[in-house]
């Protein structure tokens, strides 16, 4: 069972932080909110992402699994402006989610998960800790497009950096310490990674205040950031490219 | 014999309304003002428009016909926006119309008329009356857009219904009558509508406070709005769907 | 040696006059500022610019060559917006071009300049003197460009006209001395171009105040406009077409 009622922004940058990985999801309803594990098929990236029921104006559930279209979900949600409001009734009889936005209602198929496993998400300590600003980080990725299909985070005590290299070029966005929200190394660390996961991984992050990198040395990324006012939190995790 | 001086938009909303269905039109010019029939080449609707002239700023003419290739039209009317002037004369023996905007003169050649025929408007005595907002219509087509192809319009003296069906997803829009400007049933109705067809139509009134809508069970809509400050006004007939 | 910093926009605007000629140039470097020349691949237009240091917050330079990638530089500037301050510093050791925006640092490689030769300008005396708002031929040449693929610029001592005619359609532009920030003119004249060529000089003059036309009969038209608040200037020359 589940009643929620939200602006349909809360329901964008869920969709949005989710849909740069899958296409479908099982989204497990439970009394204290909602949540989701997901990889993405080639097995790069994996994301978590919890939104809890104070996120919503109104959220009644019971526990449950729905699966979800999010390609659908996302064109329904075209029919909201952000600040309009969005609500959301599971209809067990048809296994459909009913959702009502202004005066339409628009009765969305659901996807069977009983093919859909939560992948298991490893346990990473990573010695590497860094706050930075999205808008930051995108500028850099930008630059990068433009020359290169990876690039290396870098990080040391004193320093971030992303640099790319391309055959001739070269993008480098170095951030000294002071210029960081939180900067906490006991290592340093330089890994590469996919530039276009990294890149729709930050793009997803784009309304949050700051993000968190977590890195080590040739090592995965964790990507952290809050959703909905501090009342969600998107996780990623993106394996490292090894350097030829 | 024509010359008329208005504000681009007049002209505007009159070709959209039109080339949503034709790509000529033969139009008529009268001492009172602009007028026009035509169906398009499915033969599956109907367009009736006429234009006062008090909806020009200035407007001199006598009875004549003018073939108007209505892309070629659109594209003329792109050189000023909304509030610029156009100004328009029937130059006779070029058969050209010729535009001024700004200190630009654009001499546009017009379409041979002689096959050209008026259609004859049907005239229908329909049971339903709805007068509704061309927004919150617009929202229910945008949301069907992605299911459907047609859509149902369902009227009683309650509620005025859009309902669209898919293989397994639905959308439906229910107004009851305190959220509608009218709504006159002397008998329930219901009718299948091309939905490409409708949205076009209801596009057209997208400037327009109010759309009125005809219905009848299992019969054409007739669709009516105003343009130009009520000074001009179109009529549309849509012919119903039959469900299979 | 090179050391400059500017906002992005003046960078901008050098090099979308430039773009719509060639696809690389070769920049000349000197104390006094930047300049170049340039023959498109056709042979049939030519350009001048020159951008003294007063347009830059800081201007260093020795004499020195640069060969520019207009595509990529173009890529590059994209990074900021038109206030953001944009820093460039020859790298002699890479032979790249050094460029901040924030806090990205982008090495850009340059283009080899042995093959590029400067092409010497003809010295033409053209007996009229236009003046005018890029606005006004903009519309005129909008208005063209959906019925004709030339235009004749025509001017005597009272009147500027553009001119297209398509197969049955044209389009007038015409105006009186009173109308025009200059209008000088010894001998009448009359000459047709390319609608393609003249459109991109109009556009690259969108920013300026006026545009410069000087004209002759069957003649070349020398198109002019200042960059960079009066700090920077730009000449084309724009060879006529033989009317058949």
Redesign the interface.
Known sequence: MLHARCKADVLKTLIDATSTLVDEVKVHVAAEGLSLKAVDPAHVAMVELTLRGAAFQEYKADAMEMGVDLE?FK??L??ASGDDEVEMDFDPAGH?LVMK?????????LVDTSGMNDPKVPKLDLPVHVTIAPG?LE??I??SE?IADHVALIANKDTFELLAEGD????????DKS?LAELKASESAKSLFSLDYFANMVKAAKGSPGIHLNLGNDYPVKIEFDLAGGNGHVTYLLAPRIES
């Open positions: 659908k064109e329904v075209k029919l459909r936005i202004g005066n339409v209602t628009r009765r969305m198929s930051e500028r850099g930008r630059a433009a001739t070029d070269q993008v480098h966005l170095k951030l210029m």
